[in-house]
């Protein structure tokens, strides 16, 4: 696990090692940086010809126009997932769908509208896509997916006035942020 770790540090600052592509990848998903600049990391490792499991995390903890209640926005939060993949022809290479569990903490507003909302969600995942093998180490990943499930929760008037329009829990879904186009390694 500290190996894992330690490639996807090294990978992050630009940094290439030599690696088994056929049996471990280490990915950022360039879509989840532009959202307001979230870091992110995918590994995952084949178990199979066919199936693969992943685990990633993701961490945006950027407020913009702080100290301008009029204009601040933020899309802070923290995500965490697990999950699997099944390659119809072979793992890391062409047609591929996914399920995995999904947590996250997140607080977020001003971005399409004044107001915001702040709480935890739990819940399943479910993507599609297709790997495009770029050379023997470098794939180009593209997927779409959306995940649903329980969130308990607090909407809030504007991301600094404190001022509480809703609270509750409720079942959602959401067309996932994770539209991948993920460089894997």
Known sequence: MMKRFLLT??????????????????????????ALGTLNAEASAAVSPKVSLHAGAALNPWTFRAG???SQMQMRHNSYWGGLRWWPWHVYSGWWAGAS??????????VLSRESEEGDAFGMGLWGGYSVMLSSLWNLDLGLGAWGGWKKYTR???PVCGLTLESGEKLFWFPDARIAIQLIF
Not at 19 to 32: F, I, L, M
Not at 101 to 110: E, F, K, M, P, T
């Open 68 to 70: 301008k209640p009029e």
């Open 9 to 34: 540090i090294l990978l992050s600052a630009g940094l290439t090692l030599p690696a088994g592509a056929q049996r471990y990848s280490v990915g950022t998903n360039a879509v989840d940086w532009m």
């Open 156 to 158: 809030y008037a504007c």
């Open 101 to 110: 569990l999904r947590y996250s903490v997140y607080n977020g507003g001003g």
